[in-house]
């Protein structure tokens, strides 16, 4: 049977049909839907939960797969960053059933606060990883990973992109295998599973032989395979590259890789003795094209193919055209782009519980540290209003930083709900003991919004939203925490926000301020669309300042000023009722028919 | 019936652009079409310009992105969101835009002014041998739901293609939800009697 499948369905199918048995993770785009899917189509078969972060997850699995059950993480390419800790040991040990790890990698930076090239941790974590060209070979390389990961006893990490991730293309479906394995206790085997020194170093001798004996295994590897067409041109690629590379370079000769770690370096070399000219082209990072140079072969790389951002087949085009590389260009260029429109970036929703803090704080002009989630968008006009902005939880600890320094304003930061569960957490812990002082906004809008309000900690539900879990208050937490002062609001509420802060910037110590209100895109909740007077209003465009994507300038102006009056889009207002509490005239109003 | 075909569908984050091209892959795969589809979206979703490429090939799709200068048809839910990825297209491709404008933040705070109508429809003319625009998001509202503005325009876009009406039906009924299937059943009929 054929079906359409995303990258991450198909990643999701593919453990499936390896007989996956738990899957943990947490969200991130690109990678959240391999969790979603897994969780609504295949979750009566196997357990999937959202971990509180990476890192969490990937112990989690780890401990199942001691346990002998096949094993699944998910995570985008940051999270790495925070699981890496764990990674690390469970290749050491490896487990009594397969282990596998996905990464979705985000090379142009649609959703992420830096473009890292995740193949290095492989190099790093010694981990066989595996690239797929699209979501055919996206569920068999998953089925590939975990009979890898069961025949060398060492985890496998499957490399995606966003382009991989998100794009859909046709799958054939297979059939589940189940894991025989039937376990009933944990292996007492303190030389596999207890990484002290003494253990440790032999595990790390025992992994640089199996990473030895894989990249022999992977010179005969089926999903390593050479095309060979013109030999003026040899290319060397991976993953969805080898697309981009069919379409704009159709006549050379490839070397496409399936596993770009460990690398099967005499296929490589006799790839090499067979071209004029070897190219390695990848996206980001020379993470291959430096292992070819070490292994003596001479080959042209990110001299031509810059490492930032995506490598799409019209900048491989551009850049071969200018270099010289190709010399027809097959694209017609009689539609020239338009030059000079605006520009269409995201904003907060209409209904956003959000938009009351960002419009307090940008009115009384006071610093913000910010952190990861939809609210990052209180960053953008007419707001620019959260000042910082670094990585997963690290608001609340630059707002520490910002109290040691002693600078003499007063300054907050906005962290949602997910994030705070994340890794907020030990943030808040060390700036109570450490006496700090600042104003932590914490944003609940009941769930980790930005990813597809997925569960945490907080949330009533886990996994799938009828699924009920063990809710944790965060207003007693907080007090539990050694909090001074935790004060909760209504956030669509403008001046219970604004007295909220007030009271909290007063206090001296360490303050959260909890902005409780629904994301409007959770239950899509929307009640009668507000309608301007324009009889009333102004044009004095204090509504604009809320930054709201329904309200937009009208035609008519005021006679006196010039400055046109504002009208709302009925199609886009769900009724929030933000802008008419900041209209200094009351024009603002629900239209009763 | 036409060997390949490549679309590309723009719009407004939240209008329902995935979801339409989704259809439209899934058509195209009924249809005996190999078919690749690839989304810009991420944090687009909230509001952000969101464009979604779909590719038919029945020799196969390599990658699935359309090149500048190759695109058959670009189908649009917002004008402005059309004529950012007009040089998409190759020399007499066909535009189908709804007319429904939304202004995004630069506009609304001032810092740039959103094009003419009169930019609007020259910009169409000169890019398209063929333009078919109407205001797609008040069919929507009359209908009952603005969400199925975009349905409106797949209708016209099956129009202009040689791909049975079940399939179409099929298709829609696959990716909507149950109770949602009627009205958009209709604003896909209502978009068939545009044309």
């Given at each position: 049977?054929?079906?359409?499948?995303?990258?991450?369905?198909?990643?999701?199918?593919?453990?499936?049909?390896?007989?996956?048995?738990?899957?943990?993770?947490?969200?991130?785009?690109?990678?959240?839907?391999?969790?979603?899917?897994?969780?609504?189509?295949?979750?009566?078969?196997?357990?999937?939960?959202?971990?509180?972060?990476?890192?969490?997850?990937?112990?989690?699995?780890?401990?199942?797969?001691?346990?002998?059950?096949?094993?699944?993480?998910?995570?985008?390419?940051?999270?790495?960053?925070?699981?890496?800790?764990?990674?690390?040991?469970?290749?050491?040990?490896?487990?009594?059933?397969?282990?596998?790890?996905?990464?979705?990698?985000?090379?142009?930076?649609?959703?992420?606060?830096?473009?890292?090239?995740?193949?290095?941790?492989?190099?790093?974590?010694?981990?066989?990883?595996?690239?797929?060209?699209?979501?055919?070979?996206?569920?068999?390389?998953?089925?590939?990973?975990?009979?890898?990961?069961?025949?060398?006893?060492?985890?496998?990490?499957?490399?995606?992109?966003?382009?991989?991730?998100?794009?859909?293309?046709?799958?054939?479906?297979?059939?589940?295998?189940?894991?025989?394995?039937?376990?009933?206790?944990?292996?007492?085997?303190?030389?596999?599973?207890n990484c002290t020194a003494m253990y440790a170093r032999v595990m790390h001798a025992k992994i640089?032989?199996?990473?030895?004996?894989?990249?022999?295994?992977?010179?005969?590897?089926?999903?390593?395979?050479?095309?060979?067409?013109?030999?003026?041109?040899?290319?060397?690629?991976?993953?969805?590259?080898?697309?981009?590379?069919?379409?704009?370079?159709?006549?050379?000769?490839?070397?496409?890789?399936?596993?770009?770690?460990?690398?099967?370096?005499?296929?490589?070399?006799?790839?090499?003795?067979?071209?004029?000219?070897?190219?390695?082209?990848?996206?980001?990072?020379?993470?291959?094209?430096?292992?070819?140079?070490?292994?003596?072969?001479?080959?042209?790389?990110?001299?031509?193919?810059?490492?930032?951002?995506?490598?799409?087949?019209?900048?491989?085009?551009?850049?071969?055209?200018?270099?010289?590389?190709?010399?027809?260009?097959?694209?017609?260029?009689?539609?020239?782009?338009?030059?000079?429109?605006?520009?269409?970036?995201?904003?907060?929703?209409?209904?956003?519980?959000?938009?009351?803090?960002?419009?307090?704080?940008?009115?009384?002009?006071?610093?913000?540290?910010?952190?990861?989630?939809?609210?990052?968008?209180?960053?953008?006009?007419?707001?620019?209003?959260?000042?910082?902005?670094?990585?997963?939880?690290?608001?609340?600890?630059?707002?520490?930083?910002?109290?040691?320094?002693?600078?003499?304003?007063?300054?907050?930061?906005?962290?949602?709900?997910?994030?705070?569960?994340?890794?907020?957490?030990?943030?808040?812990?060390?700036?109570?003991?450490?006496?700090?002082?600042?104003?932590?906004?914490?944003?609940?809008?009941?769930?980790?919004?930005?990813?597809?309000?997925?569960?945490?900690?907080?949330?009533?539900?886990?996994?799938?939203?009828?699924?009920?879990?063990?809710?944790?208050?965060?207003?007693?937490?907080?007090?539990?925490?050694?909090?001074?002062?935790?004060?909760?609001?209504?956030?669509?509420?403008?001046?219970?926000?604004?007295?909220?802060?007030?009271?909290?910037?007063?206090?001296?110590?360490?303050?959260?301020?909890?902005?409780?209100?629904?994301?409007?895109?959770?239950?899509?909740?929307?009640?009668?669309?507000?309608?301007?007077?324009?009889?009333?209003?102004?044009?004095?465009?204090?509504?604009?300042?809320?930054?709201?994507?329904?309200?937009?300038?009208?035609?008519?102006?005021?006679?006196?000023?010039?400055?046109?009056?504002?009208?709302?889009?009925?199609?886009?207002?769900?009724?929030?009722?933000?802008?008419?509490?900041?209209?200094?005239?009351?024009?603002?109003?629900?239209?009763?028919? | 019936?036409?060997?390949?075909?490549?679309?590309?569908?723009?719009?407004?984050?939240?209008?329902?652009?995935?979801?339409?091209?989704?259809?439209?892959?899934?058509?195209?795969?009924?249809?005996?079409?190999?078919?690749?589809?690839?989304?810009?979206?991420?944090?687009?979703?909230?509001?952000?310009?969101?464009?979604?490429h779909v590719r038919w090939n029945k020799d196969g799709v390599g990658c699935p992105l359309s090149?500048?200068?190759?695109?058959?048809?670009?189908?649009?839910?917002?004008?402005?969101?059309?004529?950012?990825?007009?040089?998409?297209?190759?020399?007499?491709?066909?535009?189908?835009?709804?007319?429904?404008?939304?202004?995004?933040?630069?506009?609304?705070?001032?810092?740039?002014?959103?094009?003419?109508?009169?930019?609007?429809?020259?910009?169409?003319?000169?890019?398209?041998?063929?333009?078919?625009?109407?205001?797609?998001?008040?069919?929507?509202?009359?209908?009952?739901?603005?969400?199925?503005?975009?349905?409106?325009?797949?209708?016209?876009?099956?129009?202009?293609?040689?791909?049975?009406?079940?399939?179409?039906?099929?298709?829609?009924?696959?990716?909507?939800?149950?109770?949602?299937?009627?009205?958009?059943?209709?604003?896909?009929?209502?978009?068939?009697?545009?044309?």
């Amino acid at each position: 049977m054929k079906e359409l499948l995303s990258g991450n369905e198909a990643i999701a199918r593919g453990a499936y049909e390896a007989g996956v048995q738990v899957v943990t993770g947490y969200p991130g785009t690109p990678s959240s839907e391999i969790i979603k899917t897994m969780a609504s189509k295949y979750g009566n078969e196997v357990y999937v939960e959202w971990s509180t972060n990476e890192k969490v997850a990937m112990d989690a699995a780890a401990g199942a797969a001691y346990a002998g059950k096949r094993a699944m993480v998910t995570t985008k390419q940051v999270g790495m960053n925070v699981l890496m800790d764990s990674l690390l040991y469970t290749v050491y040990t490896g487990a009594e059933a397969g282990l596998v790890l996905v990464t979705a990698d985000d090379p142009g930076l649609f959703s992420s606060q830096n473009e890292q090239d995740n193949r290095w941790y492989s190099r790093l974590a010694k981990i066989p990883t595996f690239e797929p060209a699209d979501s055919m070979e996206a569920k068999e390389f998953m089925k590939k990973a975990f009979e890898l990961s069961e025949m060398f006893d060492i985890p496998c990490l499957l490399h995606s992109v966003m382009r991989i991730s998100h794009c859909k293309s046709v799958v054939e479906i297979g059939e589940r295998v189940e894991n025989p394995k039937v376990q009933e206790k944990l292996p007492r085997n303190l030389p596999k599973y207890n990484c002290t020194a003494m253990y440790a170093r032999v595990m790390h001798a025992k992994i640089e032989e199996k990473i030895k004996k894989i990249s022999e295994f992977a010179e005969t590897y089926d999903i390593n395979r050479v095309e060979m067409r013109d030999t003026k041109m040899g290319i060397i690629c991976t993953g969805i590259m080898y697309a981009y590379i069919k379409d704009v370079f159709p006549e050379a000769s490839v070397l496409k890789l399936g596993m770009s770690y460990p690398l099967p370096t005499n296929m490589i070399k006799d790839f090499a003795s067979k071209v004029d000219k070897l190219y390695v082209i990848e996206e980001l990072d020379p993470v291959i094209e430096e292992q070819v140079r070490a292994m003596g072969v001479d080959c042209v790389g990110k001299e031509i193919f810059p490492p930032c951002y995506e490598l799409l087949p019209d900048r491989l085009y551009d850049i071969c055209i200018e270099k010289g590389i190709l010399t027809e260009d097959p694209r017609s260029m009689d539609v020239k782009p338009v030059e000079g429109l605006p520009g269409r970036n995201p904003v907060l929703c209409a209904g956003c519980p959000h938009r009351s803090t960002y419009f307090v704080l940008k009115k009384h002009d006071i610093a913000c540290t910010g952190d990861i989630g939809c609210y990052n968008l209180g960053a953008q006009p007419p707001f620019e209003a959260q000042h910082t902005m670094g990585c997963m939880g690290a608001s609340i600890g630059q707002l520490h930083g910002l109290s040691i320094a002693g600078l003499p304003e007063k300054a907050v930061c906005t962290i949602g709900d997910g994030t705070f569960w994340h890794s907020g957490l030990p943030a808040l812990a060390n700036m109570v003991h450490n006496n700090g002082k600042g104003v932590v906004i914490l944003m609940d809008n009941a769930n980790t919004a930005m990813t597809g309000h997925q569960d945490n900690p907080a949330t009533n539900y886990r996994v799938l939203r009828n699924v009920p879990a063990t809710k944790i208050d965060m207003e007693n937490l907080c007090r539990a925490m050694g909090v001074g002062l935790v004060k909760t609001v209504n956030a669509f509420d403008v001046n219970e926000v604004e007295a909220g802060l007030k009271e909290c910037m007063d206090y001296d110590g360490v303050s959260v301020l909890i902005t409780k209100g629904e994301c409007v895109q959770f239950n899509k909740w929307s009640s009668t669309p507000y309608t301007v007077d324009s009889a009333k209003c102004i044009a004095c465009q204090t509504c604009l300042k809320a930054g709201c994507p329904a309200i937009m300038i009208s035609e008519e102006e005021n006679p006196k000023t010039h400055k046109k009056k504002c009208r709302i889009d009925p199609t886009q207002c769900n009724g929030c009722g933000i802008c008419s509490q900041v209209c200094p005239v009351k024009a603002i109003q629900v239209k009763e028919d | 019936m036409l060997n390949s075909i490549n679309f590309l569908m723009v719009g407004v984050g939240g209008q329902g652009t995935i979801l339409v091209s989704d259809i439209l892959s899934e058509v195209g795969m009924l249809a005996g079409y190999d078919a690749k589809k690839s989304d810009n979206m991420g944090l687009s979703v909230r509001g952000g310009a969101v464009s979604s490429h779909v590719r038919w090939n029945k020799d196969g799709v390599g990658c699935p992105l359309s090149m500048t200068g190759t695109v058959d048809v670009l189908v649009g839910s917002e004008p402005l969101e059309t004529m950012r990825s007009v040089q998409f297209l190759r020399k007499g491709a066909t535009i189908i835009s709804n007319t429904y404008e939304m202004q995004p933040m630069v506009v609304t705070s001032g810092i740039m002014d959103y094009p003419t109508k009169e930019e609007i429809e020259n910009c169409f003319k000169s890019s398209a041998e063929r333009v078919i625009t109407y205001d797609a998001t008040d069919i929507a509202v009359k209908l009952g739901n603005v969400k199925v503005m975009n349905i409106v325009l797949l209708g016209t876009l099956s129009k202009l293609l040689d791909i049975d009406y079940e399939i179409w039906v099929e298709a829609i009924s696959k990716y909507v939800p149950a109770k949602a299937r009627d009205i958009n059943i209709k604003a896909f009929d209502a978009g068939r009697e545009l044309i």
